[in-house]
């Protein structure tokens, strides 16, 4: 029988780093792939897991390189031939004191929060393998920035039937938009940041619904999920929860038990779904 196999994005701190340790402690049983763009620190940040049990390797990953995307795809076919968890955790905020033009804002956090998160699932939902669970890291700021949207596009991003390259084009009409600086005249939220987590969340909720479609007896769970306020360098030191505390609602999604059927293809909370 093969080895299971986990991959966590953007891993080498916070979140990610609380997440890898976590399914350490709750006795993963397989290996444990801790990916992080910069490879000093990915290897520097493995090290202090080593004695916690499971197999924590290092594999170099940065998620806005499609072709990254694909050297760790083919690192996993040839050392283990498929993927049993994969923890979308990745991502980037601007301070709220950012000097950087909210055009280029717009842009950077949509090519890495959105666009990255999915060159990672193109490159790597192929090796999903039976009972796969796929956990992509939102946040809370997606509802309330969705709750900002004009009617027409809350209604285009709830479309239950929504297809990924409607979500990328829409994705797409707010970095345009932003760039011209008409954004909030055209329905958008004035925040780069919520918006990336609105196309998180609803490219999570398209993947469920493709995958029950394409692989309906094949078990795999897909959700979103906010892990809270947290205390890390992205939020900053005034955060009410430990990166522990936030790391709690993507590992339980990443341990759901074979044969689960639930949650699918929604966003979690404080491990309950919430209305979307």
């Known amino acids: 029988m093969a080895k299971k196999v986990a991959v966590v994005t953007g891993a080498n701190k916070g979140i990610g780093f609380a997440i890898v340790k976590g399914l350490c402690e709750a006795g993963y049983a397989g290996d444990i792939i801790l990916t992080a763009r910069n490879e000093k620190l990915g290897r520097e940040a493995v090290e202090p897991l080593k004695s916690k049990g499971s197999n924590v390797l290092f594999h170099r990953l940065d998620i806005t390189e499609e072709s990254s995307a694909h050297e760790l795809k083919k690192f996993l076919e040839s050392n283990y031939g498929g993927l049993d968890l994969l923890i979308n955790n990745a991502g980037i905020a601007f301070k709220v004191a950012a000097t950087e033009p909210f055009s280029e804002q717009a842009e950077v956090t949509m090519r890495t929060n959105f666009l990255g998160t999915l060159h990672v699932s193109h490159a790597l939902f192929p090796l999903l393998r039976p009972h796969a669970r796929v956990v992509n890291v939102s946040s809370f700021v997606s ?66 619904r493709v995958l029950s479609e394409t692989r309906p007896g094949d078990g795999i769970l897909v959700n979103a999920c906010c892990p809270g306020w947290v205390r890390t360098d992205m939020a900053g030191p005034k955060a009410p929860k430990s990166p522990e505390e936030g790391a709690e609602t993507p590992i339980y999604l990443a341990l759901l038990p074979e044969g689960s059927t639930q949650p699918h293809g929604q966003f979690v909370s404080d491990k309950t779904v919430q209305v979307w």
């Open 143 to 208: 509802k309330r920035s969705l709750d900002q949207c004009s009617p027409e596009l809350q209604a285009k991003f709830r479309n239950p039937s929504l297809s990924e390259e409607e979500l990328c084009s829409l994705m797409k009409d707010f970095v345009d938009a932003a760039k011209r600086g008409d954004h909030r005249a055209l329905g958008w939220p004035n925040t780069a940041y919520g918006t990336s987590k609105i196309g998180v969340t609803a490219l999570s909720r398209i993947q469920a």
